[in-house]
């Protein structure tokens, strides 16, 4: 397996993942926060597919999912095309509130764009340095796992979100 095919395989579980923890929930549970500065089912859905679009659409150069199918207008929020939820207060997260079918197209939406940009790079690309500032500097690869991680772990905390509001059903 080529290192690409690795991270395909990574990114195409993502929708999946989001989908299973979002999927059959009900409104008080999209909206539900565990405390008053956590997230969302409806928030963590939207930032899943944001943070992995916007920066899969700087590496590859290319226009964001959530601008070319116009998303914000298809799911009615709010937010400025650059937001992708990092550092948002808890009233910003508050204010994510859109249809959860909506969200659960964009992620799969962003699932094509990325397996889209990863069929365009090779291992070359993937060892190019795209962050010099760091040490040591960040390559095109190390970021695409860092993305992908994100994603995983925000997943997770979905899942976990939703477990803990079935229980308490």
Do not use: C, K
Not at 115 to 128: I, N, P, S
């Amino acid at each position: 397996m080529r290192s690409t095919e690795v991270l395909s395989d990574g990114y195409a579980r993502i929708p999946a993942l989001v989908r299973a923890a979002v999927e059959g929930a009900n409104r008080y549970e999209l909206i539900s926060r565990l405390d008053p500065d956590a997230n969302s089912l409806l928030w963590l859905t939207w930032h899943i597919g944001r943070e992995q679009d916007a920066q899969l659409a700087q590496l590859a150069g290319r226009e964001q999912v959530w601008v070319t199918g116009d998303w914000r207008t298809r799911t009615g929020l709010d937010v400025d095309d650059d937001d992708v939820g990092y550092g948002n207060t808890s009233e910003q997260v508050a204010r994510i509130d859109a249809p959860a079918d909506e969200l659960l197209a964009y992620v799969d939406a962003v699932g094509v764009f990325s397996q889209e940009v990863l069929r365009g790079f090779d291992d070359d690309a993937l060892d190019e340095v795209i962050d010099p500032a760091w040490d040591p500097p960040v390559t095109r690869g190390v970021r695409l796992v860092s993305i992908l991680g994100d994603a995983f772990e925000h997943a997770g905390q979905a899942a976990f979100v939703r477990g803990v509001l079935d229980r308490a059903r």
